[in-house]
């Protein structure tokens, strides 16, 4: 039950807060980190599902905000599998323990959710060749950067005794 609850609650602050990052409508260099760390925060508090589960509403969040240009619609699913690729990824490599792992966990699970979308955009195809780059490399330093955002703010929040 304690379980349960712990889960449904940090998923529930978690989305909120990506929420709210969304919808301030920074630059994607800015978004991208942060809706990462979000992910890998709900991850490392409250499992792989609550980080899968916030993943893959946040690019239909995206798209509805225009944070995702309209002409990358086609992309949304794929962007879901690979938000989930990261989370998953890091999930694993977390439960082996150890912060290294972590910090493998996220290379990697960064270098899968980037070679999902590279392969989604040469999939679709015709895409603006600028909107298309957006799903490229873009994605790897976001999710890179999301993960040194949320291995930093654990530790932090750990320190103030938060989480368990």
Known sequence: MKDSIRFVTYTAVLFALTLVVQILGFPQMVTGPLVNAMLLLATIFAGIASGVLIGL???????????????????VPFIMLGNAALVVVFGLFRRKGGFFLEVVGIVLGAFVKYLILSRAIQFLGGLPPRIAQMMQTPQLVTALLGGVIALTLAQALRRMHFGG
Do not use: D, M, N
């Open 57 to 75: 509403f946040t690019p239909w969040v995206a798209l509805l905000r225009g944070i995702l240009p309209a002409p990358l619609g086609p992309v």
